[in-house]
């Protein structure tokens, strides 16, 4: 369920930006708006270069974009 997802993917690494991406699609799930853009603003603001940040950036500036306006 998504609470045990959101408990699970709280101890991983947050400065993952594919871990924000997936943490902010759960938090969205739970209703939680604003800890969604939180998490997707975190990946979407990622330096990271390695291919699961590559498809996770791109990705959270456009649940932003659709989260905020």
């Known amino acids: 369920d998504y609470k045990t997802a959101q408990e ?3 101890k991983a690494n ?3 930006p594919f871990i ?4 902010g699609q ?3 799930k739970l209703g939680e708006k ?4 939180e998490s997707y603003r975190k990946a979407a603001a ?3 270069h390695n291919p699961p940040a ?12 659709s989260l905020t306006g």
């Open 46 to 48: 990622a330096t990271a």
């Open 26 to 28: 759960t938090y969205e």
């Open 34 to 37: 604003e800890k969604a853009i």
């Open 14 to 16: 947050q400065n993952d």
């Open 54 to 65: 590559a498809q996770a950036v791109p990705f959270a500036k456009k649940k932003l974009a």
């Open 8 to 10: 699970e993917l709280l």
């Open 20 to 23: 924000q991406c997936l943490l």
